[in-house]
């Protein structure tokens, strides 16, 4: 297991750069990833494109190979489709953001075509889901439906294990996932295994801690000091902020190459990484405006 003292914000950057090492060493072993786009909007890969210190490009590369992935891939029609289904001939760990909609067999999310015929996601889902070493639910979407099953969900989406519902799989939720996130589970799986994760199948190394715990802007709700409108600087509780109820390291670990986050920006957090976003979590803004106007 990785030491112990490391701060929940360096653990990805020391998991892949151990990884990286072992890999040059010889004492682990690439393997083969396959990364699959559901029914979604993207936001997971091009989040994870966008990662930083460590580089999720040259890191995913340098740790596994990959053999199929929508959006990053040269190939495309039946040529992309071929790799997909050749690589089901060797291990791989599958990837898969997006939820898996139901609707029609599944023709409401088409993510190629396969000997004349369409492939939906529902039927790589599935059949990638059983051969597949390790499985990995990447984003809100694939963990449990996201913004993709919500209300009032026309393509009847659902997540990733509710068509797999024997496969043991690591749930990232997220809207997106952070790169580190799923970076360090990545390299914690090459290096160490599984990881330690929850009731809900979150690695405890991400998730474990409420947003509420750690918020620099703790003190003004110990002492019931609250924002009544955007902008301000106090607790952000009575706009609507899910902090309280969300587990994940934000605060410490913040976006865009780790310089900021939604409550250091005067936004109120949205769960967007607790099971149940977006319906659970709305409304995202709690706004009293005749309060507000009477104050200005």
Request: aromatic share 8%; net charge neutral; glycine share 8%.
């Amino acid at each position: 297991m990785p030491p112990e003292s490391l701060t929940n914000e360096a653990i990805a950057e020391r998991l892949t750069s151990t990884a990286l090492k072992s890999l040059k060493k010889g004492t682990i072993k690439k393997k083969n990833l396959i990364y699959l786009e559901l029914n979604g909007c993207s936001g997971n890969i091009i989040s994870l494109l966008n990662g930083q210190n460590p580089d999720f490009e040259y890191t995913l590369n340098s740790m596994v190979d990959l053999k199929f992935c929508n959006s990053l891939m040269a190939a495309e029609g039946e040529r992309a489709i071929e790799k997909l289904i050749k690589a089901m001939d060797e291990e791989y760990i599958l990837a898969v953001e997006g939820a898996v909609a139901l609707k029609n067999n599944g023709l409401y999310n088409i993510i190629g075509n396969w000997q004349g015929k369409p492939l939906t996601g529902l039927q790589a889902a599935q059949m990638l889901g059983e051969k597949a070493s390790h499985i990995f639910a990447v984003g809100a979407c694939a963990t449990h439906g996201g913004v993709s099953a919500a209300k009032p969900n026309p393509s009847q989406s659902v997540g990733l294990q509710q068509v797999l519902p024997n496969k043991k799989m690591i749930k990232l939720p997220g809207c997106p996932v952070h790169p580190d996130w799923f970076l360090g589970t990545l390299a914690h799986l090459l290096l160490y295994g599984e990881p330690e994760t929850d009731n809900l199948d979150r690695p405890l190394m991400f998730y474990s801690t409420l947003i509420h715990d750690r918020c620099p802007r703790r003190p003004f709700f110990d002492r019931g000091i609250f924002a009544e409108k955007l902008g301000e600087k106090t607790c952000l509780f009575k706009l609507g902020c899910r902090g309280p109820v969300t587990r994940v390291d934000c605060p410490t670990r913040q976006w865009n190459g780790h310089v900021n986050w939604p409550i250091g920006d005067n936004t109120p957090c949205i769960g967007c990484a607790q099971f149940g976003f977006p319906d659970a979590m709305a409304p995202f803004i709690s706004y009293d405006t005749t309060r507000v106007v009477k104050n200005e």
